[in-house]
């Protein structure tokens, strides 16, 4: 049975107006080519495609459903109405061979953490009653199930249930497929399941053709599904695809899978009322942990483009964390560049590309050169983020963080205490001087609150960086007994977050305080137009 047909159909389940990502969403479900839409689509329907599955479409498994889908997606794009004509194309497709005379009837499982949300994907399951083709499956039905024939004649459970601790919900008989519903918000203290625990209980249980289906909105950065999306989005394989739809030409992923919804007016309403809730629910990112140590709008804020025009100080130094070098494979060493940014008091013109590939001066509807707005603060750039994954020796490493820090003129670089006194010997052979800051509860804290700080006040600007970007909202905190703050990355390593917390305990040492004179200095003798790491720097906040 063929999913985007039964899902679209006005025979099946009846979303006629299915948009093109939806349609390609249920083929790469199915395994099924995706080429004929291909060739219907546009070069924005192609392009959304790409994006959401973060690699070229040729990548894709095709021949059988992957044996894991994720489909992290924005709110009102028809997720649970698919989950529901999933698990019925189900019922017709799965390989059934294995099952023996006497055992109870393969289950396929459509499972919810609260009633309310079983309830509604109940309510979908309705259709099968209202459509002459699938009514005539139907053997039975009970308030949680409805009973279709397979193919070979076996009778298959089509459930709704409510998740068990442990997964137990899912035990002792085979199953034609399982389908988490709001898969993200799975992880939290709230709920007594655990989606690790569903999932493991299920994977043995399999039956040929079968597939976990993970559905639901993005939440907190943490969690099974944040976890799966981090190792996998991008790397389609017959065991996992990851689906997660992303901006572009800047309309939004709740826009390209549901234009018929999320009209511009109403995504305009949403983002008014709430940027977090915006950027979850239809920009389709990851947000703020519970117990967040860094303020959600402020983070965001701070790896936006620079608006206003700066002059660089020219004094470049760098933020190194060391302590992950003899960990797993999983763990990053990091170097992040850094320095000062001053207003620029020259006016200065928003610049664009013209056709012919040369830079010209943007202009306004009346044809006048649109100006730059002045700064009216310091800020503090970082301006590139470079890591070394796994086991490196740390001379080599040393060695290509001095080359990197020598491209900006920099002279001095903070480090933890981690191996300090080998890492500053091993600097100090490439002219570059390390000082290193031991870690404590206090200082920590002091550190993070110091982050904070710079982040509120829009003092600190963060060039690209989707690993930090993560790792800064994933940050978090709990209280430990005797009252003191415990931080640490919520289901994510923090190495990118400590190389920057290394830094702000830097930024108030004696040492930085005299590279803020000689800061001074430097701006104040510097060009207007400064050339930072190679580039021309006329943009700001």
């Known amino acids: 049975m063929d999913l985007e047909q039964l899902l679209t159909g006005s025979g099946g389940f009846g979303l006629t107006t299915a948009s093109f990502l939806q349609r390609a969403r249920c083929r790469i479900a199915d395994g099924a080519p995706l080429g004929d839409l291909l060739e219907r689509g546009t070069d924005f329907d ?43 194309a189900r019922t017709q497709t799965i390989d059934v061979e294995i099952h023996k005379p006497g055992e109870e009837p393969p289950r396929i499982a459509l499972i919810a953490t609260e009633i309310d949300n079983a309830t509604v994907l109940r309510g979908h399951l309705n259709v099968i009653n209202e459509r002459p083709l699938l009514r005539a499956l139907k053997v039975g039905e009970t308030n949680e199930s409805v009973f279709l024939r397979h193919p070979s004649g076996l009778v298959i459970e089509l459930t709704v249930i409510a998740a068990k601790r442990g997964g137990y919900s899912l ?31 299920a994977l043995g249980r399999l039956l040929p053709g079968a597939q976990l289906y993970y559905g639901g909105s993005k939440w907190q950065p943490a969690g099974h599904c944040f976890e799966q999306h981090r190792e996998h989005f991008g790397k389609p394989t017959p065991e996992i695809v990851v689906f997660s739809p992303q901006e572009v030409d800047g309309i939004s992923p709740a826009r390209q899978l549901n234009p018929v919804y999320w009209t511009e007016h109403r995504e305009q309403r949403v983002a008014k009322a709430s940027r977090r809730t915006f950027s979850m629910l239809n920009l389709n990112l990851f947000g703020s942990a519970q117990n967040a140590a860094l303020d959600y709008d402020d983070a965001i804020a701070a790896f936006a483009p620079l608006t206003a025009a700066y002059v660089s100080s020219g004094e470049w130094f760098g933020f ?24 620029d008091k020259t006016p200065r013109y928003k610049m664009c590309r013209h056709p012919n590939g040369a830079e010209c001066e943007e202009r306004d509807e009346l044809g006048y050169p649109i100006q730059l707005r002045v700064a009216t603060r310091h800020v503090l750039r970082v301006q590139s983020v470079h890591s070394w994954r796994g086991r490196h020796p740390m001379g080599d ?64 600007s963060i060039c690209e960086s989707p690993k930090l970007r993560e790792q800064m909202l994933a940050y978090g905190y709990r209280l430990a007994p005797g009252g003191r703050f415990v931080y640490q990355g919520r289901g ?49 906040r």
């Open 171 to 201: 035990a002792s008989r085979w199953l034609g497929s399982v389908l988490f519903d709001e898969a993200p918000g799975w992880y939290g203290s709230s709920h007594i399941v655990n989606l690790e625990e569903s999932r493991d209980q």
């Open 397 to 460: 490493v040393v060695a290509e963080m001095s080359g990197i820090l020598k491209r900006y003129g920099a002279t001095m670089v903070a480090t933890d205490q981690r191996s300090d006194t080998a890492v500053q010997a091993l600097f100090s052979q490439h002219a570059i001087r390390a000082v290193s800051y031991h870690w404590s509860n206090e200082s920590k804290h002091d550190a993070v609150q110091a982050l904070a700080r710079a982040l509120a006040a829009r003092e600190l």
């Open 46 to 88: 192609r392009k959304c495609l790409e994006t959401a599955i973060g690699c070229s479409p040729a990548l894709l498994p095709v021949g059988a459903p992957p044996t894991e889908f994720y489909n992290l997606a924005p709110i009102r794009t028809a997720k649970s109405l698919e989950m529901a004509a999933l698990g019925t």
């Open 320 to 343: 190194a964390d060391f302590s992950d070098l003899s960990g797993p494979d999983g763990d990053e060493t990091v170097l992040i560049v850094a320095g000062w940014l001053a207003p």
């Open 492 to 540: 994510a390593n923090d190495d990118h977050v400590a190389a920057l917390l290394t830094g702000m305990m830097f930024l108030e040492s004696p040492e930085a305080l005299m590279l803020s004179e000689r800061k001074a200095r430097a701006i104040h003798s510097s060009p207007h137009r400064a050339h930072m790491g190679g580039r021309t720097q006329v943009g700001g």
